[in-house]
């Protein structure tokens, strides 16, 4: 089965345009949400919290028999009005016997209200051992300026290679193809933090780097094969030559997306708590990078050269008369 892009590329640029605009709307409507404040649901990370690190007292005989389980914690957080917070289990001598919580910030008497009821359901704390600790906003905005930061040098990084190897249109629609990735694996979580109230926390921007480094490697592939054909028949219609590209090297962005998915929904499900939103991210953002590098990226371009180089332009195929 051949796939013609370039046939129905209004249809794919309509679909990206209905996603992202979907997406900027609902960052409006959580900019504007006072429970919010930002076109994303943030986590502690980005506006600071509170953090306790419970150790089970091991010297009390007993104490540590059981291991603890973490879905009494969650129900103990839960029931103190804490149900969205962040709880780990950490490993004491080898065995789990600690927690770390991560949740908004509490007065001192909901700390030791909290403590307290963790302490009759999993058992007694060591309070040598015991943390209890703020993270102030001002990380939050650290974070988030060095993440900031790190994908506009990605950027650019990626804008001078693809300039280098290929040429300056191929730079650009590369890194159009890369926003459009960004924005809506961004949206969806936008969405997502509304309806759901998934927040998004410091590793969400690694997915969004990863994501970046992910979609750039799959256009480089297509584009790739695209300079190769243009040398060998600079004739041939640059709509021929991409849709020839794209179904050369289709099943290989199609194996490789499919292969790291299956990873990734791995994780997903079976990797726990902490990396359960970062691999959603991963998961959004692969699926919208392989789907920009074959219908966006490689459809911009034709639409490039056709009106501004002397390709010819191709002609669909007449059926004969009878």
């Known amino acids: 089965m051949r796939l013609n892009?370039?046939?129905?590329?209004?249809?794919?640029?309509?679909?990206?345009?209905?996603?992202?605009?979907?997406?900027?709307?609902?960052?409006?409507?959580?900019?504007?949400?006072?429970?919010?404040?930002?076109?994303?649901?943030?986590?502690?990370?980005?506006?600071?919290?509170t953090r306790l690190q419970l150790v089970r007292d091991c010297g009390k005989i007993g104490n540590c028999d059981q291991p603890i389980d973490i879905n009494v914690v969650r129900e103990v957080a839960r029931s103190q009005g804490l149900g969205d917070s962040s709880i780990q289990l950490i490993s004491e001598n080898g065995q789990e016997n600690g927690i770390t919580i991560r949740t908004k910030t509490l007065a001192a008497e909901q700390r030791i209200n909290l403590q307290n009821a963790l302490s009759e359901k999993i058992g007694t704390f060591d309070p040598q051992k015991n943390q209890d600790d703020s993270v102030g906003a001002t990380l939050g905005k650290e974070l988030f300026t060095s993440g900031v930061l790190a994908l506009t040098v990605s950027f650019i990084g990626i804008t001078i290679y693809m300039a280098v190897r290929f040429q300056w249109d191929y730079a650009v629609f590369a890194i159009v193809a890369l926003f459009h990735d960004i924005l809506i694996t961004t949206?969806?979580?936008?969405?997502?933090?509304?309806?759901?109230?998934?927040?998004?926390?410091?590793?969400?921007?690694?997915?969004?780097?990863?994501?970046?480094?992910?979609?750039?490697?799959?256009?480089?592939?297509?584009?790739?094969?695209?300079?190769?054909?243009?040398?060998?028949?600079?004739?041939?219609?640059?709509?021929?030559?991409?849709?020839?590209?794209?179904?050369?090297?289709?099943?290989?962005?199609?194996?490789?997306?499919?292969?790291?998915?299956?990873?990734?929904?791995?994780?997903?499900?079976?990797?726990?708590?902490?990396?359960?939103?970062?691999?959603?991210?991963?998961?959004?953002?692969?699926?919208?990078?392989?789907?920009?590098?074959?219908?966006?990226?490689?459809?911009?371009?034709?639409?490039?050269?056709?009106?501004?180089?002397?390709?010819?332009?191709?002609?669909?195929i007449s059926s004969p008369k009878s």
């Not at 640029?13 to 930002?38: E, F, H, Y």
């Not at 021929?240 to 090297?249: G, K, L, P, S």
Request: with cysteine.
């Open 5 to 49: 892009i370039n046939k129905a590329r209004g249809t794919w640029w309509t679909i990206s345009c209905v996603i992202i605009l979907s997406g900027i709307i609902s960052m409006v409507i959580s900019s504007l949400n006072p429970d919010i404040k930002a076109p994303l649901r943030p986590s502690l990370d980005f506006i600071g919290g």
């Open 187 to 316: 949206g969806v979580f936008s969405i997502l933090g509304l309806v759901f109230g998934v927040e998004v926390d410091s590793l969400f921007i690694v997915a969004l780097l990863t994501i970046t480094g992910f979609s750039v490697n799959d256009t480089v592939v297509i584009y790739d094969r695209i300079r190769e054909t243009i040398k060998l028949h600079p004739e041939q219609p640059i709509a021929d030559v991409v849709d020839d590209a794209v179904n050369q090297t289709l099943s290989r962005s199609i194996n490789t997306t499919l292969t790291t998915l299956l990873t990734l929904t791995a994780i997903f499900f079976f990797g726990g708590e902490t990396l359960h939103n970062f691999s959603l991210a991963l998961i959004v953002g692969f699926i919208i990078g392989a789907y920009s590098s074959i219908f966006i990226a490689s459809t911009l371009l034709i639409w490039w050269r056709e009106r501004n180089e002397n390709y010819p332009v191709a002609t669909p």
